[in-house]
């Protein structure tokens, strides 16, 4: 049994332009790829291969997937077979056991503490955002910093104040004492979320470290007066945040910026600031850049420069460069101009070589930093100084360290071997050979003398990697490597959730309705099914307000528990199981991810292929619908959930309209029958369903007459 940890690590790796192209000869079309089908005899390009949805699909046979489903498909193997064979393809170990007790609460833990960091993420929002401390402390230094709303937003920016409450905590078995609690992890208690998630064990790595404990029992905030930066992974989640001091009394400390401690959701080392923004980016680009700072990825963005990372203060890690070679080949490192900084990070260029990245560097004039440098141009000034002072790591290099070298043969010398070292790194022998002869012409040396260099290198460097694996074997795999088989609920169960009042019925009138409807009604309804499932599958996971369970205490409620709710309270079911299914697995899903990208890794071709058609074929849909939604990303948070809850609201009435009215088409058709009359009870029972099914249709009609303002 391949576990859910492995199986996410998989599908994560994957990328479907590299893993069709060990197949089909791609050519770019826009954002996306086609190439010849290769399920069926085709002549011209009708295989679409799409790497921002990570996915793939023939338009004349129909054939397609994600990574796996392809490999299914093309290879004729199960889907077992096609996770190992991409483990292999992406060097990922495969460990098949059953798991334990300890795994799976192990595994709860971490879920619990990516909820707990989406609750604390949304929570510095709004302290930013919604109170006065917040906008005169918080906004106004990210404002003063140039930066514009819709970056801050674009970031998901926030505030942690330096305020304290106090509280009663427990002392003894009875005993109360009065303690002072930061006002984060108070409000965080009180929305129930548990200690031993808020601080952090550095050795077992259990819990957020977004508090700490004081000797007598109380929690402060970690983050406190700071500007709060999150950090995301590639797929969304929030694994921790970075905070910035601010306040006038720390003038000078040592430390500016905090960052959440290690622990088995968060490892710094394997975090790319920016990543999460900037992957569609680096995939259309086909570059990534790669700067030192939260802010200087932010300045690029707002440059219009979207494929930026950043390595967060650290020195560049293995981890790092992996993440971003899932993505694209080539990377251009910015430098500020410290040129001690500069020296430091050479092992980084070598690095990035020795995984065969292509490489190339650009140093910003003395003084500046990419967020600096953002301050003093516009985009246009920005962007075509990038374009044009990229150099490759050898004409860099010489640049560098030449002057130094000017009439001093032993320092000459050591710049050669330092780029023979660089040159070595490189595991592509074609590669390497052209980088041998660009470094010979522009040393003026023989090209033999580097060529043997660099050999003498290589196999120096083989040797070296030889004596750490005899000395250190591979470790195990790591904690933080492994994902949730199974989310926790922070939600009560739906059946708790009460109705909205416009959909409010007593009895359900749609449940004879859907076992003996005609094919033409079910055309039509499944068309308006397809637009629920189309909402479900762009923002199934976005909460567009609360709803009280029987206890009258509210919860948050997102569009697909909404859908379900309104529809389990007329005992519904859609017509189509396969939509039906798509909305389960949407509800299933609770640790953020969002749906589109959940239905297209689940584990079925034909749940895949629909979530892929719903999520990028907007032709077939109604005008209404898509012009509606398309409204829905020019508005802020709060617009964007009121304007999502009206359309949901629209789209479900206009369903349940549609089943009334075939429903009261069959009761007339019944009507006609002669013998009914004869029946004055059956006569009477087919009466009383029509007057009650033309009640709900006038007050559906009602509900469904005004418009959504969009």
Request: glycine share 6%; proline share 4%; net charge negative.
């Amino acid at each position: 049994m391949i576990d859910r940890a492995t199986i996410d690590k998989i599908m994560d790796a994957a990328n479907i332009v590299d893993v069709v192209s060990d197949f089909v000869t791609l050519k770019r079309a826009g954002a996306n790829l086609k190439g010849l089908c290769p399920f069926h005899d085709d002549r011209t390009p009708s295989f679409m291969v799409s790497p921002a949805k990570n996915y793939c699909k023939c338009f004349a046979c129909g054939k397609g997937g994600n990574p796996v489903g392809f490999i299914m498909e093309h290879e004729q193997i199960t889907y077992p077979e096609a996770l190992r064979y991409l483990a292999k393809k992406y060097g990922i170990t495969i460990e098949e056991k059953e798991m334990t007790q300890e795994d799976i609460q192990r595994q709860d833990d971490r879920e619990s503490m990516f909820i707990v960091n989406e609750w604390a993420n949304k929570w510095f929002q709004d302290q930013m955002n919604e109170t006065e401390d917040g906008r005169a402390i918080g906004l106004a230094y990210f404002r003063q910093r140039g930066f514009r709303d819709d970056i801050i937003k674009k970031f998901q920016l926030g505030f942690c104040p330096d305020k304290n409450v106090e509280v009663e905590v427990p002392e003894g078995n009875t005993a109360m004492r009065r303690v002072r609690m930061g006002v984060m992890s108070d409000a965080a208690l009180k929305a129930g979320y548990k200690e031993k998630y808020l601080i952090n064990d550095p050795e077992t790595g259990m819990g957020t470290g977004l508090s700490l404990k004081n000797d007598k029992g109380a929690l402060r905030d970690r983050f406190w007066g700071r500007v709060i930066f999150p950090i995301f992974t590639m797929s969304g989640k929030v694994v921790g945040f970075g905070g910035r001091v601010l306040a006038a009394a720390t003038k000078g400390v040592n430390i500016k910026y905090q960052n959440s401690p290690e622990s088995i959701i968060y490892s710094k080392k394997k975090e790319l600031y920016g990543l999460f923004q900037a992957k569609q980016a680096i995939r259309k680009q086909d570059l990534c850049f790669l700067v030192e700072g939260y802010t200087d990825v932010m300045a690029m963005h707002q440059s219009g420069i979207e494929n930026v990372v950043a390595s967060s203060g650290t020195a560049l890690t293995d981890d790092q460069i992996r993440l971003i070679h899932r993505l694209t080949d080539n990377i251009t490192v910015i430098y500020d101009g410290d040129a001690a900084g500069i020296k430091a990070s050479q092992r980084g260029i070598d690095m990035l070589l020795a995984q065969g990245m292509n490489v190339r560097l650009l140093l910003l004039p003395d003084g500046d930093d990419p967020d600096s440098f953002a301050r003093k141009h516009n985009a246009e000034e920005y962007q075509k100084y990038l374009e044009e002072h990229q150099v490759d790591f050898i004409k860099f290099k010489t640049d560098l360290l030449m002057e130094e070298a000017q009439g001093d043969p032993i320092k000459k010398s050591q710049l050669v071997n330092n780029i023979v070292q660089s040159i070595a790194c490189i595991p592509n022998e074609i590669t390497r050979s052209v980088y041998v002869q660009e470094t010979a012409l522009s040393m003026q040396m023989q090209e033999r003398l580097i060529a043997t260099a660099v050999a003498k290198q290589v196999e120096k460097n083989r040797e070296e990697v030889l004596k750490q694996r005899q000395h250190h074997p591979a470790p195990d795999q790591p904690l933080d490597s492994l994902e949730p088989i199974q989310p926790i609920e922070t939600l009560k169960p739906l059946e708790s959730l009460e109705p909205s009042d416009s959909l409010e019925a007593e009895k359900s009138p749609y449940t004879p309705l859907v076992q003996g409807i005609r094919s033409r009604d079910q055309q039509r309804l499944e068309k308006k099914e397809r637009e629920i499932v189309r909402l479900v599958v762009r923002h199934g996971q976005q909460i567009i307000g609360e709803m009280p369970d029987e206890n009258g205490k509210n919860h948050p409620v997102n569009i697909a528990q909404f859908i379900q709710a309104s529809f389990e309270q007329d005992e519904l079911k859609l017509v189509l199981p396969i939509h039906q299914r798509m909305i389960d697995i949407a509800l299933e899903e609770n640790n953020g991810r969002p749906t589109e990208q959940v239905l297209l890794n689940y584990p079925d071709a034909k749940i895949n292929a629909l979530a892929f058609e719903l999520a990028t074929d907007s032709e077939q849909l109604s005008n209404l619908y898509t012009q509606k939604e398309s409204t829905i990303y020019k508005r802020n948070a709060e617009q964007e959930a009121a304007e999502l809850y009206a359309l949901v609201q629209h789209v479900i009435t206009d369903y349940k309209l549609e089943l009334v009215g075939a429903q009261v088409k069959q009761i007339m058709r019944e009507m006609q029958d002669p013998e009914l009359m004869r029946d004055k009870e059956r006569y009477m029972h087919v009466m009383t369903q029509y007057r009650d099914l033309k009640d709900v249709e006038k007050r559906l009609s009602q509900a469904h007459g005004g418009r959504v303002m969009m």
